[in-house]
């Protein structure tokens, strides 16, 4: 061969291998090398004895925006917090929890249930980002066992074919989850695993360092843990009817961690929590269709048992959209069950308090221009009555938003906050409304007994 075709061939296979390259970094996350693994990195590791729309789409980068939009305060109308005037309490269990956040060795959990207007972190990740930064604490909190990505957290969850997801939509399941999500291996089908890696080409910070593994099992599973491709881990999960808990200290958070395990009989993990050890977490609990949480739908005691575990202090209840459209005279079906749902909360858990965020603003296409849902404010009348009746806090969104026929003009703003379906808000008008919720926390927190700094 020649010197010039072997220079040709040369920058062939130079080009080609190029080519390879840029496709494989364009793929995902690169592998992580054992080299990089000095030292394991699990501190402790402890099982807990029991205590006597969840369903995420995949978001992309593209979903997050790059800056904080910057947007006029005159759009938007003052909408503070309301309470009953018998309600003379407020927020205070809130305050004296977060006023105490750094003397406990839980952090202090505001659970946020909603619609899908929640999914894939929106809102919820602003509002968690102002309270971190205030109070501390790092971490998403609770996460189904379930494919996840969070470019938030830079965090991607990946789970093997082999376990079988039951949500709140299987009808023949009876959900043990407070996301509303399991995660079940069977005697029939044994051998599962999950791995959490970090996304590296998002410029991953510092995250959680502790994972909280929520399980029951009905014998006992064999379960090995990886750091990479080192084994860190072998141990069995010992049975537990009731729900318990296993515990992953690390010294820093893990960019590539894998658990494996092997049943006898069924073992079904009901979520994940991933935190730190003090502070305040905003647990994110989309449930995409529903217009309330079903809890008296559930089996409430093993929900009662996971929050027999954590430290919460403050429910949050984010529901409409999927009610909206359907236009009836009266809506005391919707009335009963939400009822039911706060009973239920209150019942479990009478000193922790609740907000509920009415329903943000809608529109449809009637004779060829956008216009709002004529039903919003007889539905946002029924929530308003209920937190009143029920001592909980109310915040009306829609009025926040601009009122009636808000969310066209979010849609036509630039960037747009809300998506073109005229339901949703944007990645972009959904970190408005988490910054606007978390200021009025913060002030209400700060009323209740100077609890925030100047």
């Not at 009953?84 to 750094?102: C, M, P």
């Not at 709140?168 to 399941?173: H, N």
């Not at 305040?280 to 809890?295: C, E, H, I, M, W």
């Not at 509920?356 to 849902?373: E, H, N, P, Q, R």
Request: charged content about 20%; aromatic content about 12%; glycine content about 6%.
């Amino acid at each position: 061969m020649t010197p010039v075709r072997e220079f040709v061939y040369f920058l062939i296979l130079l080009l080609i291998f190029s080519f390879i390259l840029l496709l494989w970094k364009e793929e995902g996350p690169a592998p992580v090398s054992v080299a990089e693994f000095n030292e394991p990195l699990v501190d402790t590791l402890v099982q807990a004895e029991p205590a006597a729309d969840s369903l995420q789409t995949m978001q992309t980068p593209e979903d997050e925006p790059a800056t904080e939009p910057k947007v006029e305060r005159e759009l938007f109308q003052p909408s503070p917090f309301v309470f009953a005037e018998s309600d003379s309490v407020h927020l205070q269990f809130l305050t004296d929890r977060l006023q105490n956040a750094n003397a406990s060795k839980l952090p202090v959990r505001i659970v946020y249930f909603g619609d899908s207007q929640i999914e894939n972190d929106r809102i919820t990740s602003v509002l968690r980002k102002q309270l971190q930064a205030q109070f501390a604490g790092r971490g998403p909190g609770f996460v189904p066992l379930d494919e996840y990505y969070n470019t938030h957290h830079r965090l991607l969850i990946e789970p093997s074919g082999n376990w079988e997801i039951k949500t709140f939509q299987d009808k023949d399941f009876v959900n043990e989850s407070l996301l509303f999500k399991n995660a079940l291996l069977t005697a029939a089908n044994p051998e599962g695993w999950f791995r959490i890696r970090r996304i590296k080409r998002l410029g991953p910070k510092p995250d959680y360092e502790l994972m909280k593994l929520y399980y029951t099992a009905r014998d006992s599973c064999r379960l090995t843990v990886r750091q990479g491709k080192d084994v860190i881990y072998t141990g069995f999960l010992l049975p537990h009817e009731r729900v318990s808990t296993l515990d992953f200290q690390f010294n820093r958070t893990p960019d590539d961690i894998r658990f494996d395990f092997t049943v006898r009989d069924t073992l079904n993990i009901a979520g994940l929590s991933l935190e730190s050890g003090g502070g305040v977490l905003v647990d994110n609990v989309a449930l995409r269709g529903l217009s309330y949480p079903t809890f008296d739908a559930s089996n409430q005691e093993m929900i009662h048992q996971m929050l027999n575990q954590v430290n919460v202090g403050l429910f949050v209840l984010h529901f409409g959209v999927n009610l909206v459209p359907y236009i009836s005279n009266n809506y005391r079906h919707f009335e009963r069950n939400f009822q039911r749902q706060i009973s239920y909360l209150k019942t479990i858990r009478p000193e922790v308090p609740i907000l509920i965020i009415g329903v943000s603003d809608m529109a449809k296409k009637l004779d060829g221009t956008y216009a709002s849902y004529s039903n919003i404010p007889q539905i946002k009348a029924i929530q308003y009555e209920l937190a009143m009746k029920n001592h909980t806090a109310f915040w009306d969104l829609q009025n926040f938003m601009g009122g009636e026929g808000a969310m066209v003009q979010w849609v036509n703003r630039s960037p747009a906050l809300g998506r073109t379906d005229y339901v949703h808000f944007s990645a972009e008008g959904a970190a408005v409304v988490g910054k606007e919720l978390a200021r009025l926390l913060l002030e209400e927190l700060k009323t209740d007994r100077n609890l925030v700094t100047q």
